[in-house]
Nanobody, 115 residues
């Protein structure tokens, strides 16, 4: 059973930082590229960051490049998203999944950027 458990979200002021974590299980994590997605109500879920299975290569959606950093710890089956210089438009529910995505999704973690 594939399982993703996202955590680390919360309320933060503009310009602040958060570090999200996603613990994965039910598949061979170290063989899987991983992605972070985000979704706001009424809109599609968007890819924001990708990391290869060995962590050697990353890519980012243009609006987060230079502010967000994706990383992983294969020993802990966990992928991270360090988010700096947060903006109100980063407010969303954040999810992780594999590349390509599995059928199951976690509950996500809410990030709210507001003063």
């Amino acid at each position: 059973q594939v399982l993703f458990v996202e955590s680390g979200g919360g309320l933060v002021q503009p310009g602040g930082s958060l570090r999200l974590s996603c613990a994965a299980s039910g598949f061979t994590f170290s063989n899987s590229a991983m992605r972070w997605y985000r979704q706001v109500p009424g809109k599609e879920r968007n890819i924001i960051a990708t990391i290869t299975s060995d962590g050697g290569s990353t890519s980012y959606f243009r609006s987060v490049k230079g502010r967000f950093t994706i990383s992983r710890d294969n020993a802990k089956n966990t992928v991270y998203l360090q988010m700096n210089s947060l903006k109100p438009e980063d407010t969303a529910v954040y999810y992780c999944n594999t590349l390509p995505p599995r059928m199951s999704w976690g509950q996500g973690t809410q990030v709210t950027v507001s003063s």
